[in-house]
């Protein structure tokens, strides 16, 4: 959701943990708050991610088709597109 300069993810995975292969949200975000001025969204290993400098970490925003469709709107929305590959 765009809320002015902001977008606004709901129920982000903020902590993961890889467990025999598979990563797994532990720790679940209710709301970030990016503002789109300074959003500089990364490809990480197929996944859509944020570095919030701010509080030294990455926020894995989505996957595949999701992440695909994330891009479209993060875009449509004057976010510059994702970094890396």
Partial sequence: MRDGND??????????VNIQGITVPIAVQK???IPVE???PE???????WNDM???RTVYLARGQ???ALVAWICANGV???VGG
Avoid: C, H, Y
């Avoid at 977008?7 to 993961?16: K, M, T």
């Fill in 54 to 56: 701010e509080k030294g």
């Fill in 66 to 68: 999701e992440a695909q």
């Fill in 43 to 49: 490809w990480i290993n197929r996944t859509l991610t």
């Fill in 7 to 16: 977008l606004v993810f709901r129920d982000v995975p903020s902590f993961w």
């Fill in 38 to 40: 300074g959003m500089v």
């Fill in 80 to 82: 510059a597109p994702p």
């Fill in 31 to 33: 709301e970030i708050r």
